[in-house]
């Protein structure tokens, strides 16, 4: 167990209304990025704590033991008597709260929380959150653009790269957080000035008991009275806003939300705040879904007041994110798309949807238990053919096999060679698993890698 051996009274911290204290006894519960943020943020206060993992050789052990040397850690599997001995339990998002040993340590009434309640009781700035099974982290991404863009001294993460509690600063003049299902289930404290959830669309049921039980994970990040950011456009989210609370909708389906598109002169524009802003053939993020991302955006930004002259730069500018929607190359007049961050299927329809031209599709990993019968509307409408790979690719060809021409093959190089024939010009080309994949990749960005470096092979 750590502590720091000095003799210096604890200094007062918000975490003294979590209960957690020098006399504590805080258990860490798996050693990922987050896991060692919470390590640094116990020990910068000087929190006795030790740690386990499920993993015999965790990833940041070595950096772990380094950092905490003489730190006790309980590797290789999840025991009882481990968690029998925690005053509170911390957890880190990849950990389910249906394990054994959490589901007892919580009936015995040890506090269990996440990295989100010990972040919230020290942010001293206003917070955004952003949550949703698609496009959040084109979200968060451009909220603290268009702070940056302000001058706004900005700090950006949660789910989406530093881990929350690295950024805690107490210069920040905004926090803007992208959170999953996972971290919002460990959320008690949290309350944003403002929140969103994008959308709801079965993705983990390999967790979740059902898409209940997953939206109501999400829905946490409305807690408290800050301004809730609805999309008008899905009905799980439409039914989360409450009575007497502050909110603002954004529509692209020509609903009529503060936040939508109209066609103004004859030139379809981004309406925010139900004043034009810019017409939308000046954005330059590709694809019809990322104008809800963009919706959404403006009005968490209005929300917290930042100025609209810094919206336009940023939408002429931002071309996206890495493996999200992304043009690798362009040959024989066959476009190339990498979406390797469509882990879901809803991110997989919201793609093909955004695409006008004809498509082939590449899909397939790990479906995390999703049901793939969604799939078959979209792909009846806009897939000429799709190359099937991964662990679920006989899945998904039940689901959509008698629709369009498919193929199995066993990786990436295969993927994209049978990819190639299907192609004539004027068609799209694009990676959109709707599935996770980690049963052939590290994780979906070394996936989207893979599909650009052998795309970038076969134009030579």
């Known amino acids: 167990m750590y502590s720091s051996g000095s003799s210096t009274a604890l200094r007062e911290y918000g975490i003294a209304r979590l209960g957690i204290s020098s006399q504590s006894k805080v258990l860490v519960v798996g050693l990922g990025k987050t896991g060692f943020s919470i390590a640094s943020f116990l020990a910068e206060r000087q929190i006795p704590f030790y740690l386990t993992d499920s993993r015999r050789s965790p ?7 380094a950092e905490f040397p003489g730190v006790e850690c309980f590797l290789g599997g999840f025991e009882r008597e481990v968690f029998d001995g925690a005053s509170h339990i911390v957890i880190s998002p990849g950990v389910s709260l249906k394990e054994r040993v959490m589901l007892h340590a919580a009936s015995q009434g040890v506090p269990i929380i996440g990295d989100l309640d010990l972040f919230a009781v ?19 991404t451009l909220v603290g653009l268009f702070a940056e863009q302000a001058g706004v001294k900005v700090c950006v993460g949660g789910n989406l790269g530093t881990p929350m509690l690295d950024l805690l600063d107490d210069a920040a003049e905004l926090y803007v957080l992208e959170l999953s299902s996972f971290q919002l289930e460990t959320s008690h404290i949290l309350t944003p000035n403002a929140a969103t959830v994008l959308n709801i669309s079965p993705d ?3 967790r979740y008991s059902d898409i209940t039980e997953y939206a109501n994970a999400k ?9 809730m950011v609805i999309n008008h456009d899905d009905s799980l989210v439409r039914e989360m806003c409450e009575v007497g609370r502050h909110a603002v909708n954004f529509s692209i389906d020509g609903n009529n939300a503060e936040y939508r598109l109209d066609e103004i002169d004859g030139v379809e524009c981004l309406v925010a705040n139900n004043e034009p802003l810019m017409p939308i053939k000046e954005v330059l993020l590709q694809g019809r879904h990322n104008l809800a991302n963009v919706l959404a955006a403006l009005a968490l930004s209005d929300a917290v007041d930042l100025p609209k002259k810094s919206f336009i730069p ?9 493996h999200r929607c992304q043009l690798v190359e362009k040959f024989s007049d ?13 991110a997989c329809i919201a793609a093909l949807n955004g695409l006008d031209d004809p498509v082939i599709l590449i899909a397939g990993g790990d479906g995390k238990g999703a049901d793939f019968s969604p799939l078959r509307d979209v792909v009846s409408r806009k897939v000429k053919a799709a190359v099937l790979m991964g662990r679920d690719a006989d899945l998904i060809k039940q689901a959509i096999g ?8 066993g990786n990436m190089r295969e993927a994209v060679s049978k990819a190639s024939q299907y192609a004539v010009a004027g068609d799209v080309v694009i990676l959109a698993p709707a599935c996770a994949s980690l049963d052939q990749y590290k994780d979906y960005q070394q996936r989207g890698q893979m599909f650009a470096e052998e795309v970038r092979r076969l134009a030579g």
Request: aromatic share 8%; hydrophobic share 40%; net charge negative.
């Open 334 to 346: 066959v476009a190339w798309v990498n979406d390797s961050k469509a882990t879901n299927v809803g």
């Open 402 to 409: 008698d629709l369009v021409e498919t193929c199995k093959v």
């Open 59 to 65: 990833p940041l052990y070595e950096m772990f033991q």
């Open 314 to 322: 940023v939408l002429r500018e931002f071309c996206g994110l890495d």
């Open 204 to 206: 983990h049921m390999d």
């Open 122 to 140: 020290e942010a001293n700035a206003p917070v955004v959150a952003i949550t949703g099974s698609n496009g959040k982290s084109t979200v968060t």
């Open 219 to 227: 829905r946490k990040i409305f807690n408290g009275s800050g301004t």
